[in-house]
DNA sequence: TTGTATGCGTTATCAC
DNA sequence: GTGATAACGCATACAA
């Protein structure tokens, strides 16, 4: 493999300058130029980025530690982390954690060996001190999910306002008595959309009542899990609002499998607005997350970040959206 | 940040008796072993593996470009891979291609400038020259997709034999009158479903009637669309066979929209086996890849082309398996 | 068992 | 404009 000094030997020329017409850095006569440039070709020359990174003390490479990729809401967040990243001359190492803590700080290890300039969290399972650890020594940047306590930035929507909007919206349609399914974890959106939630009813003179409030774990058979103790309990409520579509979508199939009919018999709605949720009979009732443009802001803050920009941690807010369809409209 | 000088000077011993601590090269005595972990740790020392890099050549990484990371189905492939590379050693690193060939190559750079150790390719859009090429220079390995001409081993299911499986299915259940909805697409996977769809049937004594194979992009609109056509065409299969999930379950969104029901009027089945093929309604019939083991033995052999263990190309097929669901039991 | 010295491929500083 | 050369952090051949 050709080397910057094979390059400069078959061109004539030192390898500063060779360095010089790679990286533009400075001046170089045409002639200088031109040998260069058809050496290059000539032994189909590639840079080792291995030394120039030494040299450079950076990467040009992000970490973006995801807890799956098989969940298709990331995927479009993580588009736009990738056109942010690329368009600045960055690369993305999309990261598996599998929600595994030590797999994290596996991963993290590559930042602080050097071999990427920072990272960008989406739903951490490390405690708020070590994330603040982190962030104290490496540019990092929270997108959707983030630790409140946590001395570093983070990207996402208003959860709390989401979740509001959504129960409002059941509201509006007449529902009075309106379960919950959420998630027993410890996920700052899972707390704000409960408080939404909670905000939203009492607004109406509502009282919360906890035996309408039941927990699965984001998928698809926990909805229909979460779904089933209402019948059991025989408490069902008119209207269902789950913290993620993939639950609602298992809520109708408990709810069919009682012989009961979507949005007539109960109204369901759900959170994310994933691909899925359209293709779904009925259309699913759903808040649209910004994905695209929460991996765009993400990947911009961590550049500043790592660029020295910004030294102080910042919160970004991004605007929901309501989508409405068959699931809730009887 | 220390350096691996800084730990020698404060240990009192050469960098290279701290290397060797490191790496567990050679004998230490153990008096220097300790005197070295007690300065890593007073240090807070974290090797820059850009400095370990650059000497030995090699990054301990591995490319890993799919077309998209939306697809449910590379979600368990990956994890396979995951999990050799890690139990390895080895890191690897998703790239997200959007089956555009500027981007594969884009992210083929990191390869050729010694970031990566080597490549699997997830359906590449690569001509089989270029990628030949690549495998000539570099370590790859090709999973599930693959180029047929390409010097460069591959790991996958036969495709030819499965698309048989499924369509004997069909015929076993009584029908005669069977679609297929393929893709209009260079995939091997695509050509070779084909051609067990045209064995099935012939084998049965089936003329192939080329008004009943429609196209589609793999996506659950374009299985709708590709439906309607039938309707349209008012030349309605008792079956059909979609080669991807997604399509399948636009296929069936669009019997529903003209009052029929699955499978009573239309069978339908599908291929890939996503998690969605289990949580529909009705449940899907598809045919299932033993996805996480393709990731498993594609990284596995990865490795071993990067040891230099393997330098002829290799051909690897793994089981695949009928997963009978209501779509098609009427 | 340990230390010295060299080089991996690159960029940047300086002197010319 | 250009070239010689010193880093960057690490691993290792060789000498001791």
Same sequence: chains 1, 2.
């Avoid at 030590?102 to 708020?128: C, H, P, Q, T, W």
């Avoid at 998928?219 to 789950?242: D, K, L, W, Y």
Wanted: hydrophobic share 40%; proline share 3%.
């Amino acid at each position: 493999m050709a080397t910057i000094q094979d390059v400069a030997k078959e061109a004539g020329v030192s390898v500063a300058t060779v360095s010089r017409v790679i990286n533009g850095s400075s001046k170089v006569s045409p002639k200088a130029r031109k040998a260069v440039l058809d050496a290059i070709r000539q032994l189909n020359y590639q840079p080792n980025l291995l030394g120039r990174n030494l040299r450079l003390m950076q990467t040009k490479m992000a970490l973006v530690l995801l807890p799956t990729i098989s969940n298709p809401f990331y995927s479009m967040i993580v588009k736009g982390m990738e056109d942010v990243a690329h368009k600045n001359g960055y690369n993305v190492m999309l990261c598996n954690t599998n929600s595994d803590v030590s797999r994290e700080k596996v991963y993290l290890e590559l930042m602080k060996n050097r071999l990427a300039d920072g990272v960008i969290f989406l739903a951490s399972e490390m405690s708020e001190e070590e994330l603040s650890q982190i962030a104290m020594r490496f540019p990092v940047v929270q997108c959707c999910e983030y630790k409140e306590e946590a001395r570093a930035s983070h990207v996402s929507i208003d959860n709390k306002a989401a979740a509001y909007m959504a129960v409002k919206h059941l509201i509006k349609q007449g529902h009075r008595k309106i379960g919950l399914i959420s998630c027993e974890n410890s996920f700052i959106s899972t707390k704000q959309r409960e408080e939404g939630y909670k905000i939203a009813l009492e607004e109406e003179g509502i009282l919360v009542d906890l035996s309408l409030i039941k927990h699965g774990d984001y998928g698809f058979r926990s909805g229909i899990r979460a779904m089933n103790q209402f019948f059991i309990e025989n408490n069902v409520p008119t209207a269902v609002f789950c913290i993620s579509d993939s639950m609602a979508i298992g809520a109708i199939k408990s709810i069919w499998a009682k012989g009961l009919k979507v949005p007539k018999d109960i109204a369901v709605m759900g959170f994310d607005d994933i691909n899925f949720a359209s293709m779904y009979s009925p259309g699913l009732t759903t808040i649209a997350q910004p994905q695209y443009d929460l991996g765009c802001v993400s990947m911009e803050l961590l550049l500043k970040v790592i660029g020295g920009e910004i030294i102080e941690p910042q919160t970004i807010y991004l605007e929901h959206e309501l989508i409405i369809r068959e699931s809730t409209l009887g």
